[in-house]
């Protein structure tokens, strides 16, 4: 459900007092920093955090979505299959829009003891996404592979290694690990894999924004406001802000007590595009009464 996808392109300017001089030493600043920004989100340097610990246990569920601006216009409808087989969890959430596009993510989890992905495979296509993508990760090897189309049109295939530390991978759990955290002590330093045609590792550092308060009906409840921003560290983190590369911070509630439950999201889905909206979808039945049947 949530992607964080970005891409820095670290630049600098200069002022033109010195012609060609000044073009060249700002070309070379920009180079030098794009080649830090790669260097520090796919290196072995990149932290990983202590894994959340299992408090509840996912198992067999289908749930209903809507995806739509933050204006209210409906973009998509969507569904959340899950199926379980012991301690090995899949996950699928697919969003069918309007228009035709698709993104459509499986993730394959195991739940001993703690959240631990092991694979991710997400897919955008159509015309709701500037460009397709086919993205698939093997935690347990520690691959990535990304498909993707350029500005031609031309299909590119991109693989990056990672080291040890991608089993402790985000993608396609955020709602599960949120679920399960400690809203005193959320985690703070979760790896994920921008979903970029050049893959990215970036780190997410959740925080909490309280409650705000949701009525079902009559009854009133209160969820949890979780803020998730992108923390590309290093000297991407120092660039980013200052040439407006930093993607926006995504929002998540959930609905605490005995059996937590997402309640809706604000995020984007590709690099540079808007918040959307996620929330639960109530099933439309014909107005025919079973008395007429």
């Known amino acids: 459900m949530e992607q964080y996808p970005l891409e820095c392109r670290a630049g600098a300017s200069t002022a033109a007092s010195g012609g060609s001089d000044s073009s060249t030493t700002a070309t070379r600043t920009r180079y030098a920093a794009a080649l830090a920004v790669s260097a520090l989100l796919l290196s072995s340097s990149a932290s990983v955090s202590a894994q959340v610990k299992v408090r509840y246990t996912e198992g067999l569920v289908h749930g209903f979505l ?13 569904d959340l299959i899950q199926s379980a087989s012991g301690m090995r969890v899949t996950s699928r959430l697919v969003f069918r829009f309007k228009d035709g596009s698709l993104q459509d993510e499986t993730a394959i989890f195991s739940q001993r003891q703690s959240f631990r992905l092991l694979s991710d495979h997400l897919v955008q296509k159509g015309p709701a996404f500037p460009h397709p993508l ?50 005193q002590a959320p985690p703070t330093n979760l790896p994920f894999v921008a979903s970029t045609p050049k893959p990215r590792l970036v780190k997410l550092a959740i925080s909490t924004a309280g409650e705000d308060p949701f009525s079902t009906g009559a009854a009133g409840h209160k969820a949890t406001h979780y803020i998730v921003k992108v923390d590309l560290g290093g000297v991407a983190g120092v660039v980013a802000p200052l040439i407006g590369k930093q993607p926006p911070d995504s929002h998540v509630w959930i609905l605490g007590g005995p059996a937590p439950a997402f309640v809706k999201s604000e995020q984007p889905f590709y690099n540079g595009g808007p918040l959307w909206r996620i929330e639960l979808a109530s099933p439309a039945w014909p107005h025919t009464s079973a008395a007429n049947k």
Request: no cysteine; aromatic share 0%.
């Open 66 to 78: 809507t995806l739509k601006t933050l204006d209210g216009t409906q973009l998509a409808d969507g």
């Open 134 to 183: 086919d993205m698939t990760i093997d935690a347990v090897k520690g691959q990535v592979t990304v498909r993707h189309s350029d500005d031609d049109g031309k299909e590119k295939v991109d693989t990056e290694r990672l080291d040890q530390k991608a089993a402790g991978l985000a993608n396609g759990l955020i709602l599960t690990l949120l679920k399960n955290a400690n809203p």
